[in-house]
């Protein structure tokens, strides 16, 4: 039921977000600071949470060798392709072949 | 009648090479709903309730994770945050709608729908209309059906493939796919190391404290690149 209810805030919030100026600020701008920092969320919200998903709560790093050659590949290709395709298949398969090896 | 059917097939047509990359996306996220552990039916409707890729994997990976139910809502939500450009930048197109479509359109307001759209202001309000709405609901239709099948490939693929590593690369895709600037690298470098630094935090907020520091850091950076 949390998870729902967790779920159905997001949605509601990402509708609200995706309707604001449509429906109720149509004449409005948004300020230019707020521009600027939007341009921002991705980047740092994205760095954030891959470090949250790979450290525990006493900020204990919890990955090996082939995590890290995954990460580095994968990145690599995302530069190179801006492609989550490639990037997927990339990261995956360095991380198989790296495990199998060490 | 016909210009309407050719004009509503175009919308189709141009959605679907956009559709490719979002499959492996959304098979991770249905990949993702099984290993969180959650009920797969709710995992699932993130897809019709929010329809948004990094949002949802935002939210059901750290509801999985043990993260304190506030710090997944709102860390999703600055996820998607984004979009409020996207609305400000449609909102005169819109202008010419109809009521309902004005309510509904934005539903469908996701990255590629956006991308599709925005590029033709000009269109007659029922071209535009039309086309909009054969690619919102092409985008729509795939994504529930990818989801789905993620869900039920998750429990058949052998556990020591690791699948569920998939999900971070993802998100190293999403980091790097969405720097085009050094003030973005900025954000993303004070944004993991606040983070990290903020492990310890209860309920694992750090997190949060990680992007807003980062976002800050970016913004600051970008007004030195136009010292």
Do not use: C
């Not at chain 1, 995706?18 to 429906?23: E, G, V």
């Not at chain 2, 309730?49 to 860390?75: D, E, H, K, N, R």
């Not at chain 2, 945050?81 to 309902?100: C, E, G, I, K, N």
């Amino acid at each position: 039921m949390v998870d729902l209810a967790a779920i159905a805030v997001v949605g509601l919030g990402t509708y609200i977000f995706r309707a604001l100026f449509i429906i109720a600020l149509a004449r409005k701008r948004i300020p230019e600071p707020v521009l600027v920092a939007l341009q921002f969320v991705a980047p740092a919200v994205m760095a954030a949470l891959i470090v949250a998903l790979l450290t525990d709560s006493e900020g204990n790093v919890a990955i090996g060798v082939p995590e890290v050659a995954a990460f580095l590949v994968g990145g690599a290709v995302a530069y190179r392709t801006k492609n989550h395709v490639w990037t997927l298949f990339a990261g995956m398969a360095v991380y198989w072949l790296v495990r199998a090896l060490v | 009648m016909s210009v309407d059917r050719s004009v509503a097939r175009q919308g189709v047509i141009d959605a679907l090479p956009l559709v490719v990359p979002a499959i492996p996306f959304g098979l991770v996220i249905g990949l993702a709903i099984t290993t969180s552990g959650m009920n797969q039916l709710v995992g699932w409707s993130s897809s019709w309730l929010i329809f948004g890729g990094a949002a949802q994997l935002t939210v059901i990976t750290l509801l999985g994770s043990g993260v304190a139910v506030a710090a997944a809502v709102s860390t999703a939500l600055v996820v998607n945050a984004r979009h409020l450009m996207y609305s400000a930048a449609l909102a005169p197109t819109f202008q010419s709608q109809p009521r309902w479509f004005r309510w509904l359109g934005p539903y469908v307001l996701i990255d590629q729908v956006f991308a599709l759209t925005s590029v033709r202001p000009e269109e007659e309000p029922v071209r535009f209309r039309t086309y909009y709405l054969a690619a919102g609901a092409t985008f729509w239709t795939i994504w529930q059906a990818v989801v789905a099948l993620g869900l039920l490939i998750g429990p058949v693929v052998p556990e020591e493939w690791n699948l569920e590593f998939a999900i971070p690369i993802l998100f190293i895709g999403l980091l790097v796919i969405g720097i085009d600037q050094w003030p973005k690298v900025v954000a993303a470098a004070v944004g993991a190391g606040i983070t990290y630094l903020a492990a310890d935090l209860p309920s694992r907020t750090g997190l949060l404290v990680g992007a807003a520091v980062g976002i800050l850091a970016g913004t600051i950076a970008e007004r030195f690149r136009h010292g």
